[in-house]
């Protein structure tokens, strides 16, 4: 057993003494990304309260201290502690870049294919006084790969925290297939494959949804384009720029936004669809090329907002059949999956004990 899982044998979470009650176990679950957190007290599958901070690990990288992050996190628990104060939770379940360095401890990835059973096992028990008084368990991120990779093999590398557990809650509630493809849009555009079992088996990341907010916030193309993004993009601006990207490649497709501001052609809104749709076009036109997907493997797509919609346009003309994941079936597949690796690493140590 690692050493982390035997600390967590002679600490278990308070409250997990009878396995059958693990069903029904009141948890504080937490999602922490680049930008956002999101803490929520839960009852079995029931959410007594929510609460969202503008806070993430960019702010650890930034500062160059945890402060920021960990007086957030304090002030959510606490928070969500209090507008459910008939209840006591038994930990603090977290996942995504919380358990990185620049989050709450850095725990090493979990080598892929990892399912519910690698990622229970997996899990690190910690205390952070500073933060709460519960016990909390971190869930892994799963690697692609290995890091002993050179410049000739490191394509064949990956990472991921956070979609693991979003995948896991997909899986077990029927959201998404075994041997299908969640593709996520976030700040980094992620493909992940599961396997005929529904774990994880591989994943490809993009930078693109940062370098898509950078392009329109911090170039030349930023007059020529809103500071938000708009709610829907408009199919044919969307198509105008998949085929600029086809013509003449990626940068001088965004040149183009530029151009078509200098000729009054457009809207800010329109020219942002035209430039949206050339960073689709660019990543769609290289994971077909790496089979990473096909006709064969359904897609599901997350998050995105109106970029999804232009995903799941730009994959029907590829004959690749996707469906659109809404908000509220993603935070409620994420917690499922928060809830299922806390159970199992619960009641395994019950048992182990």
């Known amino acids: 057993m690692s050493a982390h899982n035997t600390a967590a044998k ?6 997990a003494t009878d396995v059958d009650a693990c069903e ?35 702010d650890t990288a930034h500062d160059g201290s945890p402060r920021r992050l960990r007086t957030a996190l304090r002030d959510a628990i606490g928070e ?4 459910a104060n008939s209840v006591r939770p038994s930990c603090v379940v977290a996942a995504g870049m919380i358990t990185s360095s620049l989050g709450l401890a850095d725990v090493p990835h ?5 399912g519910l059973n690698e990622l229970a096992a997996a899990v690190a028990m910690h205390r952070f006084p500073d933060v709460s008084d519960l016990p909390f368990l971190l869930i892994p991120g799963v690697r692609t790969g290995t890091l002993d990779a050179d410049t000739e ?12 557990t979003l995948c896991l809650g997909l899986f077990e509630q029927n959201s998404l297939a075994a041997n299908s493809t969640l593709f996520n849009l976030g700040s980094h555009w992620k493909a992940i494959k599961l396997d005929e079992r529904g774990r994880i088996a591989s994943s490809v990341t993009r930078l693109t949804g940062e370098l898509l907010h950078a392009a329109q916030t911090n170039t030349i193309l930023a007059s020529a384009v809103p500071p938000e993004r708009p709610i829907e993009l408009s199919e044919p601006w969307l198509a105008a720029g998949m085929r600029e990207y086809g013509r003449s490649g990626l940068s001088r497709a965004l040149f183009c936004v530029r151009l078509l501001e200098q000729a009054g052609r457009g809207t800010p ?15 769609l036109d290289s994971l077909l090329a790496a089979g990473t997907l096909t006709p064969a493997s359904p897609v599901l797509v ?16 590829k004959s690749i059949p996707a469906t659109c994941l809404s ?12 809830r299922s690796i806390a159970r199992v690493f619960i009641k395994t140590h019950q048992t182990d004990g």
């Open 10 to 15: 002679s600490n278990q979470p308070h409250g």
């Open 24 to 58: 029904g176990l009141c948890l504080v679950c937490v999602d922490t990304g680049t930008t956002n957190m999101r803490v929520w007290m839960t009852e079995g599958e029931h959410v007594l309260a929510r609460v969202t901070a503008q806070v993430g690990v960019r």
């Open 80 to 83: 969500v502690r209090a507008r």
């Open 110 to 114: 979990t080598p892929a294919p990892a």
């Open 153 to 164: 093999s490191i394509n064949e590398v990956d990472l991921m925290r956070g979609e693991e």
């Open 269 to 283: 809104d329109e020219r942002y669809a035209y430039l949206a749709g050339a960073f689709i076009a660019a990543d």
């Open 302 to 317: 997350t998050g995105g907002a109106s970029i999804a919609a232009g995903w799941l346009s730009a994959l029907a003309e």
């Open 327 to 338: 908000t509220e079936d993603g935070e409620q597949a994420l917690l499922k999956g928060l």
